[in-house]
């Protein structure tokens, strides 16, 4: 977890993958390998993973699955390591995580002949899991002194591309990034509008949060799989949801700027 202060860094439990990620990028460091052709990597782990579902290989999916959770974090490793940060790959890999997504709900719902409703209900609720915790995230490391701060808590306007990179690319995937994530922003801005004026959220809390991440959403997805649970995946995910209200009112309650002051006092 490079993203916050030592002091700050919780137990990610979606990030399983990032000390493989991070031996595997320092020796991709002087290859010509790029963060984004690490990122059409996991693109296409994933597309495997969806295959085999299809073809009812679900052990084999779920391994390609956690491959893809591993892979992810080495596209942003290795552009730390190279000193080389792009909105081209960050953007990028946000696209390409929202269609596997798409498509993995899709062959489950083929293969196990649920209910159109439940599945476009499944994708909705791990699309929105999935941003309640990049928003509490995003405002943690924005409330650090030292933390990264590439992403924003809104993000609205197109950035300035790095000299690296092709502005017209950066606009181009900047405005697919939003018509595919914006919704689901516009949703848990909603529910919680006044995250970033709380108090800066515990270790303990973002560790819990962190069942939300993607990496431990298809890491549950590859047990389901691989133990033959597969028609269990889709109305697992809905109810999953239940923890998104959890998780808000304990940060509405708890981590209120009365608590900060508290806390430092």
């Known amino acids: 977890m490079p993203k916050l202060n030592s002091d700050e860094k919780f137990i990610d439990v979606s990030d399983y ?9 320092l020796r991709l460091k002087n290859s010509s390998a790029t963060p984004v052709h690490i990122t059409i990597l996991f693109g296409i782990s994933g597309l495997v993973a969806a295959a085999f579902i299809l073809y009812e290989q679900y052990a084999a999916a779920g391994f390609f699955l956690i491959l893809k959770s591993i892979i992810d974090a080495i596209d942003g490793e290795l552009a730390r390591v ?3 940060p792009s909105y081209t790959g960050r953007y990028l890999d946000s696209i390409f995580d ?7 709900i899709a062959v489950l719902w083929y293969v196990t002949n649920s209910s159109l409703t439940a599945a476009i209900l499944a994708f909705i609720s791990i699309q929105l899991q999935g ?3 990049n928003y509490y995230y995003v405002i943690l490391r924005h409330h650090s002194k030292n933390g990264d701060k590439t992403s924003n808590i809104f993000e609205t306007e197109t950035p300035e591309a790095y000299p690296q990179e092709n502005q017209a690319t950066v606009n181009r995937l900047f405005l697919i990034y939003r018509g595919f994530y914006s919704l689901f922003d ?7 509008r006044n995250a970033s004026e709380g108090a800066p959220f515990p270790s303990w809390f973002m560790s819990m949060l962190s069942i939300y991440g993607l990496g431990f959403q298809l890491l549950l997805m590859a047990i389901f799989l691989t133990v033959g649970w597969i028609h269990y995946i889709i109305p697992f995910f809905i109810g999953y949801s239940v923890l998104v209200g959890f998780f808000i009112a304990i940060r509405k309650v708890v981590f209120t700027p009365e608590y900060s002051q508290n806390r430092l006092g």
């Open 17 to 25: 993958g990032r000390p493989i990620a991070t031996a595997v990028a």
């Open 82 to 84: 190279k000193e080389r």
């Open 98 to 104: 929202y269609l596997l997504n798409f498509i993995l």
């Open 131 to 133: 941003t309640l915790y």
């Open 186 to 192: 516009w949703c848990i801005y909603k529910l919680d």
